[in-house]
């Protein structure tokens, strides 16, 4: 999942990984400027991470050879994979910026020593923009042999005029667009797309993330929640107002938070009346799982087999499966 | 054989029917009760094999399945003999599960109208009798053990007069001599816990035009403003409900001997009606002289709901919303008159206080925390309703939580917790979402489903892109709903590309959830049959040795199928009665 890169604000060795993170210990909303030391499935944070660590003690302390942090900030262990989440949205996202601005194409480009061939299809693939163009259209509309088609793109791809895209609407067409250009929104799929499949692990640590701000708050609005959302530094890209909404959404959905209006009063006083905020379902039952009502806890009511069960029948009540299991106790 | 009667209407004299040839259609009155589910039915004659064995059941199912019939027909559909179908009609109108009523229909054609004796059995009811502990851990919690003791007699013998119930506590010790009796009767009717039986037989006239009328127009409209025309059964209940005042009047007689006296004289309304049917003449008459008393199952029903709707409360806010949401049912409960009431009557704030302190959890509340209390109450989910600082209890709100939650779970636990998101985001959205947001317009629609779109509006939401889960994988849970009947589903074709469309219709969806509890409880029960006979087996063994640690665990087993089964009944209430 990590891999190690000059340009990487994360240093990654084969046993730890030193990251820029928040600090569960402390999750107030002011963040800490502790570092965090992951090693296997522990994390600590340090006061000071210049130190190198020495992973041949077997005193989990000294692995980080900093000083351990002030109490406030050490309640972690149990949630490295917690923070590993978060890690790993970071890490996906680490081309992020660069990659929302748009590349002009070098100075001494090689666009002039294009061939006839090449020129027409690179002019009908560049016209196409942030679109990009499937291969078979490009060669209806290029009206250029297959052949010469496929080795014009090669030469292209080459000389770093053209790339290959993934376009989330058909993922088995070969896609093709200018470089100077970043796929639209409807051919990479948008914001929650890495690579033509949904980043599920960037949208499960945001929703994480923000149901915690949320449960710490009572209630919280979509600016605030925006707001602390971005003031991590762990994430280095910048959420909208927008992802954030459709990310309280699935919360929504899942029963983690609902959608009120504030009234003014008590937990609402600090929000205007009558705004839309989001409050925490603390009664959502354990790890999100809603209660099971009296159907769902017996095993009628969530059998695969209930229109085949009859009284007397082979599946019954008197010889089921489902009913011994239940109550071998 | 005079069961299927058939004789002048006496508010129509024959003279003035002439209808010539051309004359409107005779007017039939719709037979239709309200709809009982396969298993419902299923639950209701397993009920009633369990009291009163298979000939009495194989009567209520032949009436459950069919809707109301006169004798004729039961006997014909149930082939018993003529004897055996009075007899098991006789115990269930004893115990309250069937009600005989006549029917009048128009003869057409220049005849004279007919009227027919019908018999409908109550399903309601039926159900009832697996509630009777519930009804009797009302009672207990209200009133002394006397109470408890008449409230079981007359569950356990369905419809008594006062005469019988004395008889049968005279003996007993825990009565307190007749004067005690009396008085702790007449608290039952006073709390509307014992009431008059209904009318023996009911007699429905033909609605008249006015009354006609009105149903016909409201039925040509669209749905949106179609209202349910009554059912047979509630028309045949309004009509055999006594009047309100003599319902729950019960008088105080000191010189009960002569009461005594008079009945050994006349027979009672059941020997009436037995009699009645024995001898094959009119059952329709009520003995103005000996008034039978039951228990009224819909004041218990009423009291039920109340509990559920507390725990409701206590489980999704806390006690102290569960204690001022209490003082509120107390307070308003004297209004109500129905079952399915939407509301309460409208409070003050003083008024829901004065309440709220006569609980000693309540008591240690000042007004200002109440109406903080209140205000929790009716915020998002709103359980009361606020208007010119008054506050009612939004009970129809409530219950559809509470099925909703239902539901979800179910849900949760069949298809997992994609599945659950997604159920949720088309319940809450409440009309059709594509699979993924593939924009679809109008124009470019053909083929099926085009008709349903212009009514439910546009999807342009999709689905998977609401709860992030990959396009494939949201199309497999969904068409796994489909099949499971959780969901709607409607097929697009806009050129060569299909799009599916997928909805959750609440109301089949309850209907549906209903019959699976029905299935469920039956389920249960006849397990808790099986160990039953289990438990006999080692009994007639013996319990010692190791077939003692068998035995306890088989009581567990029996306890937890029987709890099951209880707190089932309370989803089954909430979503068929309340
Ligand atoms: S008795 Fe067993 S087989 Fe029948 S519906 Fe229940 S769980 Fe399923």
Redesign the pocket.
Known sequence: MFSQSPSCRYLLSSFYLRVPAFCTGCLSGEYCNYSFFLFGSYIWCVEDDTKEPDFNSTNPASWSHGYVAPEAHQGIVSSSTYIFDVLSAGMSRLQGPSSLKRKRPELNSPVQSLTEHERILYDVIRSKQDIGIWTRDMKKEAKLPDNVVNKSLKALQVKNLIKEVVNIQNKGRKHFMATEFEPSKEISGGAWYLEGSLDTEFIESLRQLCKRQIEKKGVATLEEVTDLINSYPAFNVDVTKQQIEEILRTLIWDNAIMEVKSNGMGEFASIPFGKVCYRYVSKGGLGGEPRAGALAS?????????S???PDGV???K?????QK?LDF | MAQLHVRKNPTQPSSSVSHSLHSQKPKKQALTTAMVSQYGIKYAVHIITNHFGPLVAKVCDCLLKKGPLPLREIVRYTELSETLVRNCLLVLIQHNCLQPFLLEEEGGFGEVNKVSSLYMVLFDNVLHRVRFSKFMAIVSQEFNKLCVDLIETLLQHGRLSSEQIFDGFRDSSSSGGMEALQENIHKLVMARYVERCPISEPFLALPSEEEAAPARRRGAKSAKVFLEPETLEQRVLAAAVPPEGMRFSFELNPEIGADREKAENSSTGDKRKRDALESGTDGGFVDKQVVLWRVNCEEFTRRLRHKICIEIVRTRLDDEAATVFTAMLNASRSEEKKIKTASSVPLSENSIYAEVIKSEKGRNMTLDYVISVLVGLSSSPPFVRVVDNSYSIDYKHIIEVAQTDEVESIVYKKYGKDAYRMFRLLSKTGRFLETDKVSVTPHTLVGVGLDSLSTVGLANIGISDSIFVEKKETANILSKMWQGDYLQMEKLVAGPTQFLLWKVNMINLRERVLDDMF??SL?LS??VAYELEQQKEILHLGVDGPMKEKYEKLKKVRFLLESSRMKLDDAIMIFHDF
């Not at chain 1, 009628?300 to 087999?305: L, T």
């Not at chain 1, 010889?319 to 009913?323: A, M």
């Open positions: 017996i095993p009628c009511g969530v059998c695969p087999r209930i085949r069960c009859t599946i019954s009540p010889t089921c499966v489902y009913y239940w | 299935h469920a389920n006849l397990r």
